[in-house]
């Protein structure tokens, strides 16, 4: 009766999600009667009487207002401002929060380009980074200063698919006035909602699983409506704001999160189930795993497990280019979250930019491989994967 009860539960929420992806956020009435919103091709617009003024460069044309509502609704959170590309998104948003003498907390594994720019450009502007093991609470608070003004997290790091302690990493800011963020990319809002857990930020590449279709860059940054507003500002002064027409193509995207996101966790997983069984196959890195040491946190906090997943080939880098050279289906390219399976090494793309000392302290070994999974039928990606691995 318990479980029919909450899974009855699960379904009545997941239907309002759906719901949201079409609903959410839309103008009323609809322009000229379109059922889709078409897109406002206008760098300006008209001064009105109590309007602020519109321009494509502040991000609040109609395509930007409507796109921001529904990603707000979509994570039950207060506001939303989208951005030219992820990057812009993070960029802008600690840029607004922190100025020179600040400090900040940030998660050691970051995606590559975080990385780089909080140990690279931040250093010159006088602000100073800590990392933190997001899995490790009890180490954190030896690493405030009396500077210290943020703590930034990502859901699930890549290529290892760690899963930080999201909820003590949000009791932790607030017990302290820190301003917490996390970048939610790879669980997308339908598998985690960091406003529901207290989070003040949540960030988007929505390049990745947001669009979903690899044609478009774009960022999001969701949360509480006094920052929003504050990073809106600050980004009409930095200029990175995302064009009208990939908006559009973003809103459209984005109507489909839910029914390809869905597939996407259910793929991946059966995907990392078969890795795991093959011998040719040292490791797999997939939080849906019982063998992932965070699987236990991911069931508990996620709906899913997500889309990408990453394994080590026996014979390191050289067996893992053979791999990639005789797969017929998956591209050898970066990003994730489209509708094409994307396959690629770490050491040599991603984290290409770090040292290789810096790659050992993350774990990340040469034979690595990262699968962002597609919508391919889940047996013709395993199939592919078969005859890759065989001999000959
Ligand atoms: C891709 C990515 C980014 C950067 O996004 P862009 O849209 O490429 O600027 C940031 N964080 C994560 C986790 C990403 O995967």
């Given at each position: 009766m318990q479980t029919k009860h909450s899974s009855n539960r699960r379904q009545a929420l997941e239907q309002g999600f759906d719901t949201k992806l079409i609903h959410a956020g839309e103008l009323v009435p609809r322009v000229h009667g379109a059922v889709t919103l078409p897109v406002?091709?206008?760098?300006t617009f008209e001064l009105e009487d109590d309007q602020p003024v519109r321009y494509i460069r502040q991000g609040n044309t109609p395509n930007h207002t409507v796109l921001g509502n529904k990603l707000a609704a979509l994570e039950g959170a207060e506001a939303c401002h989208v951005t030219g590309s992820g990057m812009a998104a993070i960029s802008t948003s600690l840029l607004t929060i922190l100025s020179t003498g600040d400090h900040l907390l940030a998660q050691w594994g970051l995606y590559g380009g975080t990385h780089e720019l909080l140990s690279r450009s931040f250093p010159k502007l006088g602000i100073a980074v800590e990392w933190i093991d997001?899995?490790?609470?009890?180490?954190?608070?030896?690493?405030?200063?009396?500077t210290t003004k943020l703590i930034y997290v990502e859901s699930m790091s890549s290529p290892l698919f760690r899963v930080g302690d999201l909820l003590a990493v949000a009791a932790f800011a607030r017990a302290n006035g820190l301003v917490s963020i996390i970048d939610n990319t790879f669980a997308s809002p339908l598998n985690f909602r960091p406003a529901e857990s207290c989070f003040d930020l949540s960030i988007h590449s929505?390049?990745?699983?947001?669009?979903?279709?690899?044609?478009i860059a774009a960022g999001a940054v969701i949360g509480r409506r006094e920052w929003v507003t504050k990073i809106a500002h600050r980004m009409s002064h930095f200029g990175g704001a995302l064009d009208p027409h990939a908006a559009f193509l973003l809103h459209r995207g984005l109507k489909t999160l839910g029914v390809r996101v869905r597939y996407q966790n259910e793929s991946a997983l059966k995907i990392a189930e078969f890795l795991e069984s093959q011998?040719?196959?040292?490791r797999v890195n997939y939080p849906?795993?019982?063998?992932?040491?965070d699987h236990a946190r991911a069931r508990d906090l996620f709906l899913g497990f997500g889309g990408t997943l990453s394994f080590e080939v026996v014979g390191g880098a050289a067996s893992a280019e053979r791999l990639m050279r005789r797969l017929t289906l998956p591209v050898a390219a970066p990003s994730l979250g489209g509708v094409d399976s994307l396959v690629m090494r770490p050491a040599a793309?991603?984290?290409?930019?770090?040292t290789g000392a810096e790659r050992a302290a993350l774990g990340i070994r040469d034979g690595l491989v990262r699968l962002a999974v597609g919508l391919e039928t889940t047996e013709d990606l395993i199939l592919d994967l078969a005859q890759a691995l065989a001999d000959g």
């Amino acid at each position: 009766m318990q479980t029919k009860h909450s899974s009855n539960r699960r379904q009545a929420l997941e239907q309002g999600f759906d719901t949201k992806l079409i609903h959410a956020g839309e103008l009323v009435p609809r322009v000229h009667g379109a059922v889709t919103l078409p897109v406002f091709q206008s760098a300006t617009f008209e001064l009105e009487d109590d309007q602020p003024v519109r321009y494509i460069r502040q991000g609040n044309t109609p395509n930007h207002t409507v796109l921001g509502n529904k990603l707000a609704a979509l994570e039950g959170a207060e506001a939303c401002h989208v951005t030219g590309s992820g990057m812009a998104a993070i960029s802008t948003s600690l840029l607004t929060i922190l100025s020179t003498g600040d400090h900040l907390l940030a998660q050691w594994g970051l995606y590559g380009g975080t990385h780089e720019l909080l140990s690279r450009s931040f250093p010159k502007l006088g602000i100073a980074v800590e990392w933190i093991d997001a899995n490790c609470p009890e180490t954190w608070a030896a690493k405030l200063r009396p500077t210290t003004k943020l703590i930034y997290v990502e859901s699930m790091s890549s290529p290892l698919f760690r899963v930080g302690d999201l909820l003590a990493v949000a009791a932790f800011a607030r017990a302290n006035g820190l301003v917490s963020i996390i970048d939610n990319t790879f669980a997308s809002p339908l598998n985690f909602r960091p406003a529901e857990s207290c989070f003040d930020l949540s960030i988007h590449s929505g390049t990745k699983y947001l669009n979903g279709h690899d044609d478009i860059a774009a960022g999001a940054v969701i949360g509480r409506r006094e920052w929003v507003t504050k990073i809106a500002h600050r980004m009409s002064h930095f200029g990175g704001a995302l064009d009208p027409h990939a908006a559009f193509l973003l809103h459209r995207g984005l109507k489909t999160l839910g029914v390809r996101v869905r597939y996407q966790n259910e793929s991946a997983l059966k995907i990392a189930e078969f890795l795991e069984s093959q011998s040719e196959i040292e490791r797999v890195n997939y939080p849906g795993l019982q063998s992932h040491p965070d699987h236990a946190r991911a069931r508990d906090l996620f709906l899913g497990f997500g889309g990408t997943l990453s394994f080590e080939v026996v014979g390191g880098a050289a067996s893992a280019e053979r791999l990639m050279r005789r797969l017929t289906l998956p591209v050898a390219a970066p990003s994730l979250g489209g509708v094409d399976s994307l396959v690629m090494r770490p050491a040599a793309v991603s984290h290409a930019g770090l040292t290789g000392a810096e790659r050992a302290a993350l774990g990340i070994r040469d034979g690595l491989v990262r699968l962002a999974v597609g919508l391919e039928t889940t047996e013709d990606l395993i199939l592919d994967l078969a005859q890759a691995l065989a001999d000959g």
